[in-house]
């Protein structure tokens, strides 16, 4: 209807207000709701819960239609209290409604903002740049709903099909809807959109739906950034840094026999690559390394929540049933003696760490369950990191060979140490996995970092080995000038 009347401002709140209807089942979770709120709320939690759903069904069974007036009027009325004592959980809540026109006015003009909501059999796609909005809307029929899970599918398990992705390039009219001289593009994501980056889409017709290194992508011709919403894209885009007491801390685990779960298979260059990035990272000393039976769910815990740079070699899994339950695997080297000592970290458990993270880099691989990541799986395990303070989060969207996610973070972070912005970083170590790796997206398009790009090390300054020999020269000439003309107003005498 609001795209319809032309309010198109209006239209694009509300979509991105619709995309946050799963945070609100999240902050709804029983097993959140009992870590984070007191006894007293609890109780007053059931107690308004149950006194709404008492009136719903009053509501229901009465044919009076004064009545019902009554019984909705007295529904909003606790809906709203109780909305109050579940606000204590949202930490994290926008401080006031997004404006468009106010992210409008801080664009650049070679900057455009792609904003997806998929609504039932719909995918709106709203495009804002400094000067225009438009609004287009894609028919999600059976057909297209089919190749984007295909073509994700065979994403994850490294049999990709370019002609397929060619085809959702063409799907989203890309080539149309981004106007000349754009560089850079924002984009919030939404389902399928989440499985598939558009970065990783050729935009022209490949060779064949295997001529990976030929094909040109959209990675090669734009600049993105992520972010899980418009919200969230103006209250965590400025260029802050953290004041944690640790620089970087590392978490990484090789050998999993200790946790007792044969499912899960070794990662032997999993520890060699959080010894490579220490190696990479000249720019800060502060940096505590924790691997193998080290890397316990404690020591996560107790260095995760003082560090600016968390990074993390393991295995994962994300619950699709209840994102709370997506796990990071850590060690346990005490299992054999006391089983009870905890090894898993669950996502739900983040929300009672207090993070003071620039970034957190989850490197890991599925748990070989043979299941895909899904959109609301990231859109979990994110929320819960950036609840807990993270202002971004790098993460592959599906498992990828060991030794490959091991030199994508080496080169990640050896760009993170010259200086240049999170976005940066990520699009360098793609850009030179896809040169002079495998160019099968599978390998280089398979990480993704959402929310704030800012960069994490201020850049270098000029050599100082160029600087002082340039310095010494113009030293030497001008000294060198000024005894000349010395020597020229007052000739040397001869006796």
Partial sequence: MLINL???????????????????????????????????????????NDQIESLRTEYLNNSSASEKINIKSQIDILSARREDVLNKIRTDLPKSAISVWNIQRKLDNDEIIIHYT????????????????????????????TLFKESADNLGSSTTDLNQLYSIYEKLNLENSIPDGISKL???????????????????????????????????????????????????????????????????ISNFSNLGNKDLPSLPYATQEVRNIDVSLTSIS???????????????????????????????????????????????????????????????????????????????????????????????????????GAKSL?????SVNDKVASEFATEFYTSIDKGLSKTEAMRNAKLNLLKTGNANPHYWGAYMLIGNPSSLIEKKPASAGFLYPFL????????????????????????
């Fill in 186 to 252: 924002t984009v919030i994501p939404d389902n399928y959109l989440y499985r598939i980056p558009i970065e990783i889409l050729p935009k022209s017709v490949p060779g064949s739906s295997t001529s990976y290194g030929s094909a040109v992508y959209l990675l090669e011709d734009y600049h993105f950034e992520y972010f899980s919403s418009l919200s969230e894209l103006i209250e965590n885009s400025r260029n802050t840094r953290s004041n944690a007491l640790n620089d970087f801390s590392a978490f990484a």
């Fill in 394 to 398: 790098a993460l592959n969207l599906w």
């Fill in 118 to 145: 998929e609504i039932g059999d719909k995918l709106y796609t709203s495009y804002i740049t400094k000067q225009d909005i438009e609004i287009e809307i894609i028919d999600l029929n059976k057909e297209l709903k």
């Fill in 286 to 388: 502060n940096k505590n390394i924790y691997l193998e039976n080290d890397a316990t769910k404690a020591s996560f815990i107790q260095e995760a929540s003082s560090s600016r740079i968390v990074h993390i070699a393991t295995h994962s899994e994300i619950s699709e049933l209840d994102p709370l339950f997506s796990t990071i695997y850590l060690n346990n080297p005490t299992r054999n003696n006391d089983n009870s000592a905890p090894s898993t970290l669950y996502a739900y458990e983040l929300f009672n760490t207090r993070m003071n993270s620039d970034l957190i880099m989850l490197n890991s691989c599925s748990s070989g369950s043979g299941e895909f990541l899904q959109g609301s799986g990231i859109m979990g395990i994110s929320r819960a990191l950036r609840y807990a």
């Fill in 6 to 48: 032309g309010e198109q401002e209006k239209a694009i709140q509300l979509l991105d207000e619709i995309k946050t209807i799963n945070d609100a089942a999240l902050y709804n979770s029983p097993i959140l709701r009992a870590n984070k709120l007191s006894e007293e709320d609890l109780a007053q939690d059931k107690i308004l």
């Fill in 472 to 495: 010494i020269i113009v030293i030497l000439v001008a000294g060198f000038s000024i005894r000349s003309n010395s020597t020229l107003k007052h000739p040397i005498q001869h006796y």
